[in-house]
């Protein structure tokens, strides 16, 4: 079967696509014919060489598709050959066909298309796990998303609005300002045009954010604690802006704030499923209901994967890039 490959890693010029051997299903697991795959800043990563798989994942890259079901192995209920799904994956959906743990696999939400299935697996369970299951947001708080214009960022605002929470967000232009606000944001900031810690302080008269969903850790590690609320929660997800910063404890323990530092791919197959069983039950209703959507920006097709990793390196994107099969 086809899929992209690595030669070696690097920039975009070591994605390829190549032939591979087709998968099987084990006992528990089921093998999705692939529509579309999501594209990940974790991708990038492990196109460079700095994010391997965990032990016993595809070496390809890929971490959520949807597609249809090709084959169902011995232990499996509830699925059947041809049934529509998406997927999240620990590797490997950059292919016509990938192998995945049932427990990891869900409907397509009724309304949502095929192809556009593709943006919710790690999008959704990221915010949700995150969000609600780890900080617990509630209604009435406030929320400060950084990146509010990505697949993580648009999901996050919305999942916020849709529970009667506020959002704020960082963002780096006036297109992606606008956008987010039209989606639901109370204040989206231009982080490059303002300081951004002060915004929040302003729009939230001192009090700060209650749940602050950080992407960047080091860089915005001091600015982070000073914006949190009296038991504000700092959700650090990623590590664009560095992994060493300087940390305040005399701010964080006078605010009586907490930081949780989490990851999604190397949980276990039995914590994504109860992560993704948390999320059609309580996420895919409120996408039913067209209260929160995924946001596509592009497609691209599997050969034109590199141009797919160059829109996401240059944060060209709104939302979610996809690779269409």
Not at 278 to 301: C, M, N, Q, Y
Not at 310 to 325: D, M, W
Request: hydrophobic share 45%; with cysteine; proline share 4%.
């Amino acid at each position: 079967m086809r899929a992209v490959v690595c030669e070696g890693a690097g920039g975009v010029e070591v994605l390829t696509v190549g032939e591979i051997e087709d998968p099987a299903a084990g006992a528990g697991e089921v093998v999705i014919e692939v529509v579309a795959a999501g594209v990940n800043r974790a991708d990038l990563l492990q196109r460079q060489g700095f994010y391997p798989p965990p032990p016993g994942a595809p070496g390809t890259i890929g971490l959520e598709v949807s597609g249809r079901i090709a084959e169902v192995g011995p232990d499996v209920d509830g699925w059947k050959v041809g049934d529509e799904c998406c997927a999240l994956l620990a590797g490997g959906g950059y292919a016509e066909k990938v192998l995945v743990p049932a427990a990891q696999v869900m409907p397509v939400p009724e309304g949502v298309d095929l192809v556009s299935a593709a943006a919710l697996p790690e999008v959704v369970a990221t915010v949700w796990s995150n969000v609600f299951m780890t900080a617990q947001l509630k209604e009435g708080e406030t929320l400060l998303v950084h990146g509010g214009s990505s697949g993580i960022g648009t999901m996050a605002i919305q999942l916020a609005v849709a529970h009667g929470a506020r959002a704020l967000c960082t963002v780096g232009n006036t297109e992606k300002m606008d956008f987010c606000t039209r989606l639901g944001a109370d204040v989206a900031i231009n982080y490059k045009e303002a300081e951004w810690a002060s915004v929040v302080k302003e729009a939230t008269a001192g009090a700060g954010a209650d749940v602050i969903l950080d992407i960047m850790g080091a860089k915005y590690l001091t600015d982070n604690v000073k914006s949190l609320a009296f038991d504000g929660r700092l959700v650090v997800i990623g590590m664009q802006g560095g992994t060493k910063g300087e940390l305040d404890l005399g701010r964080l323990m006078s605010r009586r704030g907490s930081i949780t530092g989490t990851g999604l791919r190397f949980r276990s197959v039995e914590d994504k499923g109860r992560i993704l069983t948390d999320v059609v039950g309580h996420v895919w209703p409120l996408i039913e209901a067209k209260k929160v959507r995924p946001i596509v920006h592009s497609t691209f097709a599997l050969a034109e994967v590199a141009r797919a990793h160059e829109t996401l390196e240059q944060s060209a994107q709104i939302g979610k890039v996809l690779l269409t099969l």
